[in-house]
């Protein structure tokens, strides 16, 4: 089970923090990721993070200035987002996958992220 935090509303140039907390099963041969969906767009891949051994990827449209975490004490993985821009603004999902599975199979419920210009 995941469950995503930490939406809301930011201005443009700000920074937000959200958090997935995953329970229910060992995460160390899963894949987290960050996916978003903004209003009438596709659902994108925001950041990616190997449970064992924690690399990253990254969409470039937020390469930079975005970065995500994960804390193994707690099962959680974060995203830190800075420097937030209008088109940032979607539905923020934490989701998981088994390690050589194609696809995403967990799913957190949407957080939303609005950032105002």
């Known amino acids: 089970q995941l469950q995503a935090f930490g939406g809301g509303l930011v201005q443009a140039g700000g920074s937000l923090r959200l958090s997935c907390a995953a329970s229910?099963?060992?995460?160390?041969?899963?894949?987290m990721g960050w996916f978003r969906q903004g209003s009438g767009k596709e659902r994108e891949l925001v950041a990616t993070?190997?449970?064992?051994?924690?690399?990253?990827s990254y969409v470039d449209s937020v390469k930079g200035r975005s970065t995500i975490t994960r804390d193994k004490a707690k099962n959680t993985i974060d995203l830190q987002m800075g420097s937030l821009k209008p088109e940032d603004t979607a539905v923020y999902y934490c989701?998981?996958?088994?390690?050589?599975?194609?696809?995403?199979?967990?799913w957190g419920q949407g957080t939303q992220v609005t950032v105002s210009s």
């Open positions: 993070i190997r449970w064992s051994g924690g690399s990253t």
């Open positions: 989701a998981a996958k088994f390690l050589y599975d194609a696809s995403y199979n967990y």
């Open positions: 229910g099963r060992t995460l160390s041969m899963y894949i």
